[in-house]
């Protein structure tokens, strides 16, 4: 090198080492690990509620009738998440995937179900399958918010409703009798009254069991018509059940939709609305449908692929808990939702388990994730927009849910302000509507306390997504006192392996390693970002925390 350089001058070579060395470094930087879906740290928002990056979309369609507290638009959309995105809001809490409410376009009237009037603002009122929702954004909003969440390592979920359409109200007449059914209401007593009903009173139920052809909707027709695009849908419609050989039934029109979402923007995966009320079956058949595009946009966009995954699907069963692993009981059948198209289903008993130790609670998820429901998840939470019993209505236990959500065997899913304790009890509010207030942006501005709480979240965060063995590895106690733990996670050639002390004395502590790690072994501790060696089986850590989370440093 010095003969080759032999004419560079001293100050050139200087530079030169110091881009070899940072180009060094920023390889190192990247050898990041494998983004494993089991073991994902999942954002969920109502697009809604979450940052309004654009106040010229927040009205229209006439929208400007009063609503009853928090149900009307507020002015939440695309742009604003796409903000919040770049100013690296989710990096700083370990975020690797988001999940939004439904963008597809809304019905425009509104119904009044005793809570004062209610818009779509939720996002699972559907108009119309094929186009977003102008107060959410655009096309060209959605296509820019993926590829910042992607350049991010983010991954994205949409939300898919095939099982009804919004509302009938007097802007939105229901659809023909052929497409969905106005009666009878669900009783769910058994399989069928809660499969061939509506989900409530006036919402329209798409006949998803009919394979008989039928023509579109002559609301659609006509709004297509209007808005000069009749044609275009008409010829894409044709290409697609030429292609498919599927019969024209309804289910297959709106699966149509839902994957040009796919084909078109690259989405990672789809959480799919009130799955356990349309026949099992369809979920197989929507999920080939699902990779068949993801294929196809894969091979389009080779240079903007993010791994080998599959598409990735998580079912919303009602009441589905992960003690009956596999099955969810309707009472008078059993049905596998693993078997029908899904990755993961959504874990309703969650918050009931967290009530119970650390190590009761950890060492049960892993036994049946790495048991019985081997290679498949659950997603954990603690709240959502629509559970009115959340583990902590009242915001008091903000450091425990942290560590009890983000360090669980399975996925883990933050709900909007979980992490920022956003208020869940919102004054003169009516039903769900209380769970989905505005993101309280001005504390985590402005306020020391909750940028402290994010802080905690944070770091937990971060290090389940740097280490896929938190969430989905195998779990084994070390000491029960103080509490500690190991997680090791392997697929192939790869290997991940954490040590993971709680309730530990503030200030000098001594963890046992030496099941996990050889004495030499350089650790890193993510909690209070020290280094430490592990010396006859064993690190002392001096820290004023009492959590630690150990791995190998990089």
């Known amino acids: 090198m010095l003969v080759k350089y032999k004419n560079i001058n001293f100050l050139t070579l200087l530079l030169l080492s110091l881009l070899m060395t940072s180009c060094g470094n920023e390889k190192t930087d990247k050898a990041e690990a494998p983004f494993v879906w089991e073991a994902a740290n999942v954002y969920f928002m109502l697009t809604d509620r979450f940052h309004n990056g654009d106040t010229s979309n927040d009205t229209h369609f006439g929208r400007d009738s009063e609503t009853g507290v928090l149900r009307g638009f507020e002015g939440g959309d695309l742009k604003g998440i796409t903000k919040k995105i770049e100013e690296g809001y989710f990096d700083r809490l370990g975020v690797n995937a988001i999940w939004m409410t ?25 108009k119309d399958w094929t186009v977003l929702d102008p107060n959410f954004g655009t096309k060209e909003d959605l296509k820019q918010m993926i590829e910042t969440a992607h350049a991010h390592g983010i991954r994205v979920l949409l939300d898919a409703v095939i099982n009804h359409t919004g509302p009938s109200t007097e802007l939105d007449p229901a659809w023909e009798s052929e497409w969905v059914r106005t009666s009878p209401a669900c009783t769910y007593k058994n399989y069928e009254t809660t499969v061939s009903c509506t989900l409530v009173e006036n919402l329209p139920d798409i006949k998803t069991e009919s394979d008989q052809a039928v023509a579109l909707p002559k609301e659609l027709v006509a709004k297509w018509k209007s808005e000069g695009r009749y044609e275009t849908e008409m010829a894409e419609l044709k290409v697609f059940f030429d292609r498919t050989g599927l019969p024209k039934a309804p289910r297959f029109y709106i699966m149509k939709w839902l994957t040009d979402y796919i084909e078109e923007f690259g989405i990672d995966g789809y959480r799919v609305d009130t799955v356990k009320h349309t026949e099992e079956s369809i979920w197989k058949e929507f ?13 389009n966009n080779p240079e903007k692929v993010l791994d080998d995954n599959d598409f990735f699907t998580v079912a919303e069963v ?3 808990n992960i003690s009956t692993a596999t099955a969810f009981d309707f009472g008078d059948k059993k049905v596998n939702y693993y078997d029908n198209g899904f990755n993961s289903v959504i874990n309703f008993e969650f918050k009931y388990n967290a009530e119970s130790s650390y190590e009761e609670l950890f060492s049960r998820y892993s036994a049946i994730l790495n048991g019985e429901l081997k290679g498949k998840s659950v997603m954990n939470y603690f709240t959502s927009h629509d559970d009115g019993q959340p583990f902590d209505a009242k915001r008091e236990k903000n450091y425990e849910s942290a560590i009890k959500l983000l360090l669980t065997p399975g996925i883990s899913q933050i709900y909007y302000g979980d992490e920022s304790d956003r208020p869940l009890i919102i004054e003169n509010t009516n039903g769900d509507a209380t769970l989905r207030s505005l993101m309280n942006w001005d504390a985590i501005e402005n306020a020391k306390e909750t940028q402290q709480k994010i802080t905690h979240w944070g770091k937990l965060g971060n290090f389940r997504t740097q280490h896929p063995s938190v969430g989905a590895g195998v779990h084994t106690m070390i000491t029960e006192k103080p509490y500690s733990f190991s997680r090791i996670y392997k697929k192939g050639t790869y290997e991940d392996k954490v040590v993971v002390g709680l309730d530990q004395p503030k200030g000098v502590k001594k963890l046992s390693v030496g099941s996990v790690y050889e004495d030499g072994a350089v650790l890193f501790d993510e909690y209070s970002n020290s280094e430490v060696t592990v010396r006859n089986g064993s690190v002392e850590i ?9 791995a190998l440093k990089n």
Request: charged share 20%; hydrophobic share 35%; net charge negative.
């Open 102 to 126: 439904p963008l597809m376009e809304q019905v425009h009237g509104f119904v009044d179900e005793g809570t004062g009037n209610t818009y779509g603002y939720h996002g699972y009122w559907m």
């Open 318 to 320: 009602y009441n589905f």
């Open 542 to 550: 001096d820290s004023p925390f009492d959590i630690v989370l150990l």
């Open 287 to 299: 999920k080939e449908l699902c990779n068949y595009s993801f294929d196809v946009w894969k091979k």
